[in-house]
């Protein structure tokens, strides 16, 4: 596996990740949701973090990473792909860039919240609502120290 930074020309297939991965891991979305997210991750969400990829042995992108300063902004990897380590090679390098990381996690994705309790992230606070002001809650995590 290789992660080098994303290019602009990344993100359709990034965006295409990002769309197979939320309908596999964010349940508590309906699809109008998503296609309401879709445009925002689009023009908003990629254009404006530090993009990372990981790539397999032959360039196919099996997940991405953006990052805002130390925060971890967005971790998707191909639903094929989940459980084969790719998700903590993407936290070592944002760790290796950046130092002590914080995220934040839907509340109703668990499967997110063990995954990065797994890698060392604690919750440290918690928000009702999401950042279009939508009912699902935000949990604040970081790095133990």
Same mark, same amino acid.
């Given at each position: 596996?290789?992660?080098r930074q994303a290019l602009p020309?990344?993100? !359709?297939? %990034? %965006?295409?990740l990002w769309l197979r991965s939320v309908r596999a891991t964010h349940a508590f979305l309906t699809e109008e949701d998503i296609q309401t997210l879709h445009p925002l991750v689009r023009d908003q969400v990629l254009p404006a973090l530090e993009l990372w990829v990981l790539e397999d042995?032959? !360039?196919a992108v099996q997940g991405w990473m953006g990052l805002a300063g130390s925060s971890l902004e967005a971790l998707f990897l191909d639903p094929v792909h989940f459980g084969k380590g790719g998700g903590r090679r993407l936290v070592a390098h944002a760790r290796a860039l950046k130092g002590p990381l914080t995220v934040d996690v839907n509340e109703q994705n668990p499967g997110a919240l063990r995954f990065y309790e797994a890698c060392g992230f604690r919750v440290? !606070? +918690?928000?009702e609502l999401?950042?279009? !002001?939508r009912p699902f809650p935000l949990l604040h995590l970081?790095? +133990?120290a």
């Open positions: 596996m290789n992660i020309a990344d993100f !359709g297939t %990034l %965006l295409d042995g032959t !360039g440290v !606070g +918690r928000s999401d950042e279009q !002001g970081a790095e +133990r």
